[in-house]
């Protein structure tokens, strides 16, 4: 925001340096990015760093300084036309010490030429020979010294400026004309000098993006009066009551709506010190009722809206209109002042009357009931709205304003009315008129100003400096609050200005940081903790979740995180196009972010299926894994389930070509459970068994559900070739698990037992076995280890043949088998009579036969 300083002094009084000025405002948290200064002396050097954050921030310097000598206020006398040129005239001018005969080619002036001389001489900046100022002609900022030179025969050597040419704005299409009070003579600077501070309105500081606020926070940080506008104006129309109407339909999203009206305007341009303010601000004058409500908001924040009344009458039928606040209506359209032709959003708050819409409310006007230079008579609107609805039309409209920045926000609805007093002032100051007697106000939603209690060892504990009560009470009150001490508590009400002050605990919060802004961040020392350290409560759902990504990081996988928002269409990709779809409802966003996002997930994998397949334009071997939540709504409409997976997936090769030579073949089932078992093994989850089983997602015969005891914890498999045909993937099979997180984490052991390493041999032996071609080769693992604990202390199956030799529907499994007693050396008897007991378990449960 840009903040003239002279503007600001209209407010409080400032004797400090502009240096030291931007110093505190900056340490203050009113972060001062740039001061340009219009025609005072520019500092020497640069302005001293401060600290914002952990960065050194320097304030940028620019400008130009006006020579008191050479830049003055000068008087137009007569205008006549150059001789030699039909684009050029001549001016009589009086520069206080004599009159000159200046060259100019500025249309504002050519009204006048030929006249003879001015009954109202025209106040005008005035360059002499051999000022400095900005090249009007030229891009950008290039500096000349005027000198004395023919243009077209007549002689020139100084100059009336235009802002350009005296780094007020960029306009050079005519001379600046003063207003009448300008003293022929007096130095330009002297007369209207400036720098504009160029403020950084952070959220916490947004009730600042104003004068009236940042006047606030000078008058804090150097205990100057703050000298508040008036809000008291002459009524002396006609009342209002009965000449207009209003109706607020949404009070949540439209507190606070008030109206004034002002006869008898005179649309016209401002007078030059209105149009010199707001093109500092950085605002472009219209005329002077637009000016006026823009003049408002930039003065103490609350933004204001003109109608033309008569239009409203029209449109009512020549009848007291009624301005109604609303939701738009499904399709209904409004021409803004941009005249662009707008599709409403049905959350979008309209000012309106029966006919139709006038506004969107708190972000801009409609074309139609625009003030023009045919009005005569004035509407004026000053509001409070929902902030958070304002930011939502902002983006779905992809339309900002001036307004809109304040509202989005947060403006108290304390603000409406005065906006409107002061708006109607300065109207009739600008545009003549006669104020209707009374306002229309209709508040049915007051905001509740918080009352916090504060004592001096809460500041203590937080900022580790000890203020006395008095003083802690001086702080607060030079920033407007109400404050009652009561030995040593202080009660702090919140101005009514202000939306940023919390309840309760937020609300000290709110209220220390305030104290630490004023009394001066660089005053607080460096001090160690006082307080207890609270009791430290360890997460352990949270510390599993952390060991199972650290498990998987260490077995080669990376971990991704996607978005939780998606769309039926983009989920239904995880099943066969033949498959009927998931009957489940999907939680829908009230505000999606794009139109391909639009309800919460259900499922992990399409997520990560996703990810796959973006990324395997890229590379040749993914192997990733996300653990996040999906979203299942619940039946009686309360909040939804939000169980929590973990999805692995895989594909292309097991290794990537090195010059040694690589295992090229690509991932298949194996790879995956062996992951899975990795990790459960490292999760110390014991007897985990298999199940094949089918699933709409994967490949009927490569597909497995994940099992301890009777308890599901996921399933895995390969994905099913229909699924994968709706992907952009190369031809590697894909390999996904998806397991059951919140089941995992709820069954890790705490703890668990460890024994020494074992001292004597083990014995070491190979077993063969046919079985039945339906035989699981894990019932044959379990049923070894059964039949051979404790002295069967680990089985791997290391081969697989089927052929002609172990005969149809057989299948021959070969396991490796190591027996170790932790007391002694295994005896040749005992491992024989081991080999005995599991061989005959084998032949009565599964009939199964030693393999020749």
Not at 190 to 207: E, H, L, Q, S, W
Not at 547 to 554: F, I, K, P, Y
């Amino acid at each position: 925001m840009k903040v003239p300083i002279s503007w600001l002094k209209d407010f409080v009084d400032i004797d400090l340096p502009i240096e030291e000025l931007v110093h505190r405002m900056t340490l203050a948290g009113l972060e001062v990015e740039e001061v340009h200064y219009v025609g005072l002396p520019l500092p020497e050097g640069k302005f001293e760093g401060h600290v914002s954050g952990h960065r050194q921030v320097e304030t940028n310097i620019t400008g130009l300084a006006w020579d008191p000598g050479k830049i003055v206020v000068g008087e137009v006398l007569e205008v006549m036309p150059h001789p030699n040129a039909d684009r050029l005239v001549l001016c009589r001018l009086d520069d206080g010490q004599k009159e000159h005969i200046v060259l100019t080619g500025a249309p504002n002036l050519f009204p006048y030429k030929g006249e003879g001389p001015l009954e109202k001489p025209l106040k005008v900046a005035y360059a002499r020979e051999g000022a400095c100022i900005y090249d009007g002609h030229k891009p950008g900022l290039e500096l000349m010294t005027l000198k004395r030179t023919k243009i077209r025969g007549v002689e020139s050597y100084s100059m009336a400026c235009s802002e350009k040419e005296l780094g007020i704005s960029d306009d050079h299409e005519g001379i600046i004309i003063l207003d009448d009070d300008a003293p022929v003579g007096m130095p330009l600077v002297d007369y209207m000098g400036d720098a504009v501070f160029d403020i950084a309105i952070t959220p916490n500081v947004a009730r600042n993006a104003n004068i009236l606020g940042v006047a606030r926070e000078v008058a804090a940080l150097t205990s100057a009066e703050l000298k508040e506008p008036s809000y008291d104006i002459a009524m002396d129309g006609p009342p209002i009551k009965g000449r207009v109407k209003l109706e607020i339909r949404n009070p949540e999203l439209n507190p606070r709506f008030v109206l004034g009206l002002i006869e008898g305007v005179k649309v016209a341009p401002s007078p030059y010190w209105i149009q010199r303010r707001l093109r500092l601000a950085g605002m472009r004058p219209i005329n002077n009722i637009v000016d006026a409500t823009n003049y408002v908001m930039l003065e103490i924040g609350e933004p204001l809206h003109a109608f033309d009344y008569d239009v409203l009458v029209k449109r009512a039928g020549g009848k007291p209109p009624t301005i109604i606040t609303r939701l738009a209506e499904p399709d209904e359209r409004l021409t803004t002042l941009d005249e662009v032709d707008r599709v409403l959003d049905e959350f979008s708050v309209l000012v309106a009357d029966k006919a139709g819409a006038l506004s969107i409310a708190g972000v801009m006007g409609g074309a139609e009931s625009e003030v023009d230079e045919n009005t005569t008579n004035m509407l004026l609107e000053g509001a409070a709205w929902n902030f958070i609805n304002i930011r939502r039309t902002i983006a779905a409209q992809k339309l900002s304003s001036d307004a809109a920045y304040r509202f989005e926000r947060g403006v108290h609805p304390a603000m409406a009315e005065r906006g409107v007093r002061r708006g109607l002032a300065l109207v009739t100051r600008l545009a003549g008129g006669i104020i209707a007697e009374g306002l229309v106000d209709e508040y049915p939603l007051p905001p509740v100003d918080p009352t916090i209690e504060i004592t001096p060892n809460d500041v203590e504990r937080l900022l580790g400096i000890r203020l006395e009560v008095e003083e802690i009470a001086d702080i607060l009150r030079r920033l407007e609050f109400v404050v009652e001490v009561d030995g040593q508590t202080l009660r702090a009400t919140t101005p009514d200005h202000r939306l940023d002050i919390g309840q309760g605990v937020v609300g000290v919060a709110d209220l220390i940081e305030e104290i630490a802004r004023v009394y001066g961040y660089d005053r607080i020392p460096e001090t160690q903790i006082s307080d207890t350290i609270p009791p430290q409560y360890g997460n352990s759902l949270l510390e599993c979740e952390e060991r199972v990504r650290d498990l998987l990081v260490s077995l080669g996988l990376q971990e991704v995180v996607t978005y939780r928002m998606t769309s039926p269409e983009r989920e239904a990709r995880i099943l066969p196009p033949q498959a009927p779809p998931e009957d489940r409802p999907y939680i829908r966003l009230a505000n999606p972010i794009s139109s391909d996002r639009v309800v919460m997930r259900h499922s992990l994998l399409a997520s990560v299926f996703e990810v796959v397949e973006r990324n395997s334009r890229m590379q040749e071997r993914i192997s990733i894994f996300e653990i996040g939540p999906v979203y299942l709504a619940d039946e009686n409409g309360g909040l939804p389930e939000e169980p929590l997976h973990l999805v692995i997936a895989l594909t292309g090769p097991r290794a990537l070509p090195t010059w040694q030579g690589s295992d090229m073949e690509p991932m298949d089932f194996y790879d995956l459970k062996g992951l899975v078992d990795a990790l459960l093994t490292g999760l110390l989850l014991e007897k985990v068994h298999y199940e094949p089983v089918e699933d709409l997602s994967f490949h009927p015969r490569k597909c497995a559900r994940i099992m301890l005891g009777e308890q599901l914890l996921g399933v895995l498999g390969e994905v099913h070739p229909k699924v994968v045909e709706r992907y952009d993937l190369p031809g590697a099979p894909l390999l996904a698990a998806d397991l059951d997180m919140a089941a995992i984490l709820a069954i890790i052991p705490e703890s668990h037992t460890i024994q020494s390493v074992p001292t004597f041999p083990p014995v070491l032996e190979d077993l063969a076995v046919v079985v039945d071609e339906d035989v699981p080769a894990d019932t044959v693992e379990n049923i070894l280890r059964l039949a051979g604990e404790p002295l069967l202390v680990d089985v791997r199956l290391f081969d697989l043949f089927r052929g002609e030799q172990v005969g149809r529907g057989k299948k021959s499994l070969a396991y490796s088998l190591v027996y170790q007693a932790s007391d002694r050396t295994l005896a040749d008897d005992e491992v024989r009579k081991i080999r005995a007991k599991v061989i005959k378990r084998l032949e009565s449960e599964l009939g199964a036969k030693l393999r020749d």
